[in-house]
Protein backbone atom coordinates (compact mmCIF):
# COMPACT_ATOMS: atom_id res chain seq x y z
CA UNK A 1 0.00 0.00 0.00
CA UNK A 2 0.79 3.54 -0.92
CA UNK A 3 0.02 6.68 0.95
CA UNK A 4 -0.31 9.98 -0.01
CA UNK A 5 0.08 12.73 2.14
CA UNK A 6 -1.75 16.03 0.51
CA UNK A 7 -4.77 15.85 -1.51
CA UNK A 8 -3.81 19.20 -3.56
CA UNK A 9 -3.27 19.07 -7.17
CA UNK A 10 0.52 17.31 -7.15
CA UNK A 11 -0.60 14.64 -4.75
CA UNK A 12 -4.17 13.76 -6.55
CA UNK A 13 -2.22 13.55 -9.97
CA UNK A 14 0.46 11.19 -8.23
CA UNK A 15 -2.58 8.95 -6.74
CA UNK A 16 -3.95 8.83 -9.79
CA UNK A 17 -1.09 7.70 -12.01
CA UNK A 18 0.29 5.15 -9.35
CA UNK A 19 -3.67 3.71 -9.80
CA UNK A 20 -3.40 4.22 -13.74
CA UNK A 21 -0.24 2.44 -13.76
CA UNK A 22 -1.41 -0.38 -11.51
CA UNK A 23 1.37 -0.17 -8.69
CA UNK A 24 -0.60 -0.10 -5.63
CA UNK A 25 -3.61 0.41 -3.11
CA UNK A 26 -3.21 4.16 -1.83
CA UNK A 27 -4.55 5.64 0.74
CA UNK A 28 -4.94 9.76 0.34
CA UNK A 29 -4.96 11.77 3.20
CA UNK A 30 -5.36 15.40 3.65
CA UNK A 31 -6.16 17.66 6.49
CA UNK A 32 -9.70 18.85 4.36
CA UNK A 33 -11.08 15.08 4.56
CA UNK A 34 -13.99 16.26 1.96
CA UNK A 35 -11.18 16.73 -0.65
CA UNK A 36 -9.39 13.55 0.25
CA UNK A 37 -12.67 12.35 -0.35
CA UNK A 38 -13.52 13.56 -3.29
CA UNK A 39 -10.69 13.06 -5.07
CA UNK A 40 -10.71 9.07 -3.85
CA UNK A 41 -14.64 9.21 -5.00
CA UNK A 42 -13.75 10.77 -8.55
CA UNK A 43 -10.61 8.26 -9.24
CA UNK A 44 -12.81 4.70 -8.23
CA UNK A 45 -14.95 6.33 -10.63
CA UNK A 46 -12.43 6.58 -13.54
CA UNK A 47 -11.13 2.72 -12.20
CA UNK A 48 -12.98 0.42 -14.78
CA UNK A 49 -11.44 2.61 -17.81
CA UNK A 50 -7.77 2.15 -16.29
CA UNK A 51 -9.06 -1.25 -15.22
CA UNK A 52 -7.91 -1.04 -12.19
CA UNK A 53 -9.44 -3.40 -9.29
CA UNK A 54 -7.91 -2.42 -6.24
CA UNK A 55 -8.71 0.45 -3.61
CA UNK A 56 -8.42 4.17 -3.13
CA UNK A 57 -9.62 5.79 -0.73
CA UNK A 58 -9.46 9.42 1.04
CA UNK A 59 -9.36 10.41 4.59
CA UNK A 60 -8.05 12.64 7.35
CA UNK A 61 -7.00 9.98 9.63
CA UNK A 62 -3.41 9.53 9.51
CA UNK A 63 -3.83 6.20 11.27
CA UNK A 64 -5.22 4.96 7.89
CA UNK A 65 -1.75 5.31 6.75
CA UNK A 66 -0.58 1.91 9.19
CA UNK A 67 1.00 -0.83 7.09
CA UNK A 68 2.16 1.57 4.32
CA UNK A 69 5.64 0.44 2.19
CA UNK A 70 5.77 3.68 0.97
CA UNK A 71 4.61 7.05 2.16
CA UNK A 72 4.70 10.52 -0.13
CA UNK A 73 4.27 13.76 1.14
CA UNK A 74 3.08 16.50 -1.06
CA UNK A 75 1.47 18.50 1.89
CA UNK A 76 2.25 22.39 2.03
CA UNK A 77 1.76 25.50 0.35
CA UNK A 78 2.46 25.43 -3.58
CA UNK A 79 5.10 28.20 -5.46
CA UNK A 80 3.13 31.59 -6.47
CA UNK A 81 4.73 32.78 -9.84
CA UNK A 82 6.39 35.54 -7.71
CA UNK A 83 7.88 32.81 -5.12
CA UNK A 84 11.38 31.16 -5.29
CA UNK A 85 10.81 27.63 -3.62
CA UNK A 86 12.98 29.17 -0.82
CA UNK A 87 10.32 31.66 -0.13
CA UNK A 88 7.76 28.72 0.81
CA UNK A 89 11.18 27.46 3.26
CA UNK A 90 9.87 28.13 6.57
CA UNK A 91 5.95 27.93 6.47
CA UNK A 92 6.76 24.44 4.90
CA UNK A 93 9.26 23.27 7.28
CA UNK A 94 6.61 23.55 10.11
CA UNK A 95 3.97 21.65 7.81
CA UNK A 96 6.13 18.76 7.24
CA UNK A 97 7.54 18.83 10.47
CA UNK A 98 4.08 18.03 11.83
CA UNK A 99 3.57 15.77 9.05
CA UNK A 100 6.49 13.60 9.63
CA UNK A 101 5.74 13.13 13.42
CA UNK A 102 2.42 11.30 11.91
CA UNK A 103 4.72 8.75 9.84
CA UNK A 104 7.08 7.79 11.99
CA UNK A 105 4.20 6.91 14.66
CA UNK A 106 1.94 5.37 12.38
CA UNK A 107 4.27 4.40 9.66
CA UNK A 108 7.96 3.51 11.19
CA UNK A 109 9.17 1.03 9.07
CA UNK A 110 7.80 2.73 5.65
CA UNK A 111 9.90 4.17 2.66
CA UNK A 112 9.84 8.28 2.68
CA UNK A 113 9.51 10.12 0.02
CA UNK A 114 9.31 14.01 -0.13
CA UNK A 115 7.74 16.21 -2.60
CA UNK A 116 6.99 19.60 -0.72
CA UNK A 117 9.07 22.16 -1.83
CA UNK A 118 12.00 23.10 -1.31
CA UNK A 119 12.02 19.61 -1.40
CA UNK A 120 16.16 19.38 -0.62
CA UNK A 121 15.12 21.33 2.59
CA UNK A 122 12.73 19.02 3.71
CA UNK A 123 14.32 16.00 3.09
CA UNK A 124 17.25 17.13 5.32
CA UNK A 125 14.32 17.81 7.90
CA UNK A 126 12.13 15.03 7.47
CA UNK A 127 15.73 12.92 8.14
CA UNK A 128 16.75 15.21 11.20
CA UNK A 129 13.20 14.87 12.03
CA UNK A 130 12.30 11.40 11.65
CA UNK A 131 15.57 9.12 12.77
CA UNK A 132 15.06 7.15 9.76
CA UNK A 133 18.19 5.79 8.28
CA UNK A 134 19.01 7.64 4.73
CA UNK A 135 18.29 4.57 2.61
CA UNK A 136 14.59 4.60 3.60
CA UNK A 137 14.13 8.38 3.41
CA UNK A 138 14.86 10.83 -0.16
CA UNK A 139 13.42 13.84 -1.87
CA UNK A 140 11.72 13.82 -5.57
CA UNK A 141 13.49 17.25 -7.34
CA UNK A 142 16.60 15.86 -10.12
CA UNK A 143 14.07 13.07 -11.28
CA UNK A 144 11.46 15.57 -12.59
CA UNK A 145 14.89 18.23 -13.72
CA UNK A 146 15.93 14.35 -15.67
CA UNK A 147 12.57 14.32 -17.11
CA UNK A 148 12.95 18.02 -18.61
CA UNK A 149 16.31 18.20 -19.84
CA UNK A 150 15.54 14.70 -21.66
CA UNK A 151 13.03 16.85 -23.17
CA UNK A 152 14.20 19.15 -24.58
CA UNK A 153 17.61 17.50 -25.78
CA UNK A 154 15.29 15.27 -27.53
CA UNK A 155 12.66 18.52 -28.88
CA UNK A 156 16.27 19.87 -30.23
CA UNK A 157 17.51 17.02 -32.48
CA UNK A 158 14.25 16.30 -33.42
CA UNK A 159 14.62 12.83 -31.77
CA UNK A 160 12.71 9.97 -29.99
CA UNK A 161 12.46 11.11 -25.86
CA UNK A 162 12.48 7.77 -25.43
CA UNK A 163 16.42 7.29 -26.74
CA UNK A 164 17.22 10.54 -24.77
CA UNK A 165 19.06 9.56 -21.58
CA UNK A 166 20.44 12.19 -19.17
CA UNK A 167 21.09 13.36 -15.59
CA UNK A 168 20.50 16.45 -13.26
CA UNK A 169 22.38 16.90 -9.68
CA UNK A 170 22.31 19.31 -7.55
CA UNK A 171 19.90 21.32 -6.16
CA UNK A 172 16.03 21.33 -7.05
CA UNK A 173 15.62 24.60 -8.15
CA UNK A 174 18.17 27.18 -10.05
CA UNK A 175 21.69 26.16 -9.23
CA UNK A 176 20.76 22.23 -10.34
CA UNK A 177 23.39 20.77 -11.92
CA UNK A 178 21.95 19.38 -16.02
CA UNK A 179 25.05 16.73 -16.36
CA UNK A 180 25.94 17.89 -20.00
CA UNK A 181 29.19 14.81 -20.55
CA UNK A 182 26.60 12.32 -19.18
CA UNK A 183 23.87 12.88 -21.79
CA UNK A 184 23.62 11.08 -24.75
CA UNK A 185 21.12 9.77 -27.58
CA UNK A 186 21.33 5.86 -27.81
CA UNK A 187 24.49 6.02 -26.55
CA UNK A 188 26.00 9.20 -28.20
CA UNK A 189 26.91 11.68 -26.50
CA UNK A 190 24.97 15.28 -27.27
CA UNK A 191 28.42 17.09 -27.20
CA UNK A 192 29.05 15.66 -30.56
CA UNK A 193 25.52 16.30 -31.77
CA UNK A 194 24.90 19.77 -30.30
CA UNK A 195 26.56 22.70 -30.86
CA UNK A 196 27.45 24.63 -27.65
CA UNK A 197 24.93 26.95 -28.06
CA UNK A 198 22.71 24.44 -28.09
CA UNK A 199 23.85 23.05 -25.01
CA UNK A 200 23.53 26.74 -23.22
CA UNK A 201 19.69 26.93 -24.35
CA UNK A 202 18.83 23.88 -23.16
CA UNK A 203 20.37 23.83 -19.73
CA UNK A 204 18.72 27.07 -19.13
CA UNK A 205 15.21 25.85 -20.72
CA UNK A 206 16.02 22.79 -17.91
CA UNK A 207 16.57 25.03 -14.89
CA UNK A 208 13.33 27.16 -15.86
CA UNK A 209 10.89 24.85 -17.12
CA UNK A 210 9.19 24.54 -13.52
CA UNK A 211 9.36 28.50 -12.99
CA UNK A 212 7.83 28.69 -17.08
CA UNK A 213 4.93 26.38 -16.39
CA UNK A 214 3.97 28.29 -13.03
CA UNK A 215 4.09 31.51 -14.77
CA UNK A 216 1.83 30.47 -17.23
CA UNK A 217 -0.71 27.90 -15.54
CA UNK A 218 0.03 29.06 -11.92
CA UNK A 219 1.59 25.70 -10.86
CA UNK A 220 3.11 22.30 -12.28
CA UNK A 221 0.89 19.47 -12.11
CA UNK A 222 1.22 16.66 -14.57
CA UNK A 223 5.12 15.80 -14.71
CA UNK A 224 5.65 15.88 -11.16
CA UNK A 225 2.77 13.58 -11.00
CA UNK A 226 3.84 10.68 -13.57
CA UNK A 227 7.21 11.39 -11.87
CA UNK A 228 6.40 10.31 -8.60
CA UNK A 229 4.84 7.19 -9.81
CA UNK A 230 7.58 5.79 -11.48
CA UNK A 231 9.85 6.34 -8.61
CA UNK A 232 6.90 4.61 -6.65
CA UNK A 233 6.62 1.63 -9.12
CA UNK A 234 10.70 1.43 -8.34
CA UNK A 235 10.52 0.90 -4.74
CA UNK A 236 7.11 -1.12 -4.80
CA UNK A 237 8.47 -3.79 -7.63
CA UNK A 238 11.96 -3.67 -6.80
CA UNK A 239 13.74 -2.53 -10.02
CA UNK A 240 16.52 -0.87 -8.59
CA UNK A 241 16.03 2.13 -11.06
CA UNK A 242 19.12 4.50 -11.34
CA UNK A 243 17.53 8.07 -10.66
CA UNK A 244 18.51 11.26 -9.14
CA UNK A 245 17.13 12.07 -6.14
CA UNK A 246 17.54 14.25 -2.89
CA UNK A 247 19.34 12.29 -0.30
CA UNK A 248 21.56 12.76 2.81
CA UNK A 249 25.28 12.71 1.78
CA UNK A 250 27.61 11.32 4.91
CA UNK A 251 31.15 12.12 2.40
CA UNK A 252 29.90 11.45 -0.76
CA UNK A 253 30.72 13.93 -3.52
CA UNK A 254 33.21 15.32 0.00
CA UNK A 255 30.12 16.78 1.41
CA UNK A 256 27.89 16.00 4.54
CA UNK A 257 25.10 17.49 6.57
CA UNK A 258 22.25 18.42 3.99
CA UNK A 259 20.52 16.38 1.26
CA UNK A 260 20.75 17.14 -2.40
CA UNK A 261 20.25 15.46 -5.50
CA UNK A 262 22.48 12.56 -6.75
CA UNK A 263 22.41 9.50 -8.88
CA UNK A 264 21.16 6.73 -6.39
CA UNK A 265 19.84 3.01 -7.19
CA UNK A 266 16.36 3.21 -6.20
CA UNK A 267 14.83 -0.12 -5.50
CA UNK A 268 12.80 -1.79 -2.59
CA UNK A 269 14.73 -0.87 0.10
CA UNK A 270 14.54 2.48 -0.63
CA UNK A 271 18.02 4.24 -1.17
CA UNK A 272 20.52 0.78 -2.27
CA UNK A 273 23.29 2.67 -3.62
CA UNK A 274 24.53 6.25 -4.08
CA UNK A 275 26.50 6.47 -7.47
CA UNK A 276 29.87 8.73 -7.44
CA UNK A 277 30.33 9.84 -10.75
CA UNK A 278 33.81 11.26 -11.75
CA UNK A 279 32.67 15.55 -12.97
CA UNK A 280 34.36 17.70 -14.50
CA UNK A 281 36.29 20.72 -13.36
CA UNK A 282 33.32 23.02 -13.84
CA UNK A 283 31.06 20.48 -12.90
CA UNK A 284 32.15 20.46 -9.74
CA UNK A 285 32.47 23.60 -9.20
CA UNK A 286 28.43 24.32 -9.96
CA UNK A 287 27.87 21.05 -7.95
CA UNK A 288 29.74 22.79 -4.75
CA UNK A 289 28.02 26.39 -5.43
CA UNK A 290 24.44 24.15 -5.12
CA UNK A 291 25.70 22.70 -1.96
CA UNK A 292 26.76 25.79 -0.27
CA UNK A 293 23.05 27.57 -1.52
CA UNK A 294 21.39 24.59 0.27
CA UNK A 295 23.67 24.98 3.50
CA UNK A 296 23.17 28.96 3.40
CA UNK A 297 19.19 27.78 3.64
CA UNK A 298 19.80 25.22 6.14
CA UNK A 299 21.44 27.52 8.25
CA UNK A 300 18.60 30.40 7.87
CA UNK A 301 15.93 27.98 8.85
CA UNK A 302 13.65 29.46 12.08
CA UNK A 303 13.99 26.93 14.62
Given amino acids: MITVIGAGKVGSAAAFDILR ?6 VLIDTNEKQAQGEALDMMQAAPAIEFDGKIRGTSNFKEMAGSELVIVTAGLGRRPDMTRFDLMNTNAQIVKSVVKEVVKYAPDCKLMIVSNPVDIMTYISFRETGFPRSRLFGMGNILDTMRFRTYIANELNVSREDTRALVIGEHGDSMVPLVEYASVSGIPVTSLLTSEQIDKI ?6 SGADVIQLKGSTVYAPGTVIAITADAILTGR ?25 VLGKEGVE ?3 ELELSEKTKEQFAKSVAIIKEAIAALKS
Avoid: A, Q, W
Fill in 203 to 208: VHLTVT
Fill in 240 to 264: NRVMSVSTCLCGEYGFSGLSIGVPV
Fill in 273 to 275: KII
Fill in 21 to 26: YKISDV
